[in-house]
């Protein structure tokens, strides 16, 4: 599923649930850069599911190291621990020669 959001275009592909009526989710969106070539930047956001509105969005600057694609450009999934919060990603897709990687970013949590 895929939700457009109003205040960057961005797709929001929904990855993990909440437990309050909201979800977070991850997509890429495609700027102009020189030389007439484009650039992906992508992010989380946060998805109220009642109102479909974004409730918050962050860059995450984070790219493959195979293909240069942006870290969420596919699905993500969110799971927290006792001690951090962990984003699994794989942007990378099977068909891309080399594949695709499973990455796992972790931040510490309080």
Known sequence: MTCPDP???TPVSIAASLTLPSTI???VTTLP???NTTYDPGGLALLDLKSNRILHEIPFPAFSPTTNHSATRNP???ETTPTKL???TAPDD???P???ELQIYEA???
């Open 76 to 78: 993500v999934a969110l």
């Open 7 to 9: 205040t960057t275009r």
């Open 33 to 35: 850069a020189p030389h």
């Open 94 to 96: 099977g068909e891309d």
């Open 25 to 27: 989710g991850g997509g």
């Open 98 to 100: 080399q594949g695709t």
């Open 86 to 88: 962990r984003l699994f």
């Open 108 to 110: 510490p949590l309080g």
